[in-house]
């Protein structure tokens, strides 16, 4: 294999309370996305797209159950989300797998006039973004 590049996102890592919940709800929207399974373990899974692979993890290391996005640390994972109908269509998608969508007042637009996407939160309060190409 040749070398990569340097810059490119290699991998993330979400530790969650609840490996059931988020195999359900990101597991679900990795997969809309194209990602694949790639590894699973007792206490994680993981997905692949590219090079890129996205982990969660029910850690025995965990010192919370919780997360909140408006603490220091991650605010939110943003995916492209294709067009703005293959955007509207997940998003709907989404809220039937345990997403809810955040700014509905504002949507599709919360990011601002120009901008077009779903702003998603789950159960365990882990934020997604789904831009649409434009």
């Known amino acids: 294999m040749g070398v990569m590049s340097r810059g490119p996102l290699h991998h993330v890592e979400l530790w969650v ?12 929207l990795l997969e809309a996305l194209g990602y694949q399974q790639n590894q699973d373990w007792p206490n994680g899974r993981s997905w692949q797209l590219g090079p890129t692979y996205l982990v969660v993890e029910q850690s025995p290391a965990l010192t919370s159950g919780t997360h909140d996005r408006l603490h ?22 989404a809220q039937r797998h ?7 007042g504002r949507h599709p637009h919360a990011g601002g006039p120009d ?9 365990d ?6 831009v649409a190409s434009t």
């Not at 309370?17 to 679900?28: C, E, I, N, Q, T």
């Not at 901008?115 to 159960?123: D, E, H, Q, R, W």
């Open 17 to 28: 309370p609840d490996l059931a919940r988020a195999v359900a709800s990101l597991g679900w």
């Open 125 to 130: 309060g882990f934020e997604v973004e789904l």
């Open 115 to 123: 901008s077009y996407a779903g702003y998603l939160a789950n159960a």
């Open 98 to 104: 345990g997403w809810t969508l955040l700014f509905p």
């Open 72 to 93: 220091p640390g991650l605010n939110h994972l943003a995916f492209h989300a294709g067009t703005t109908a293959e955007t509207d269509q997940l998003v709907a998608e």
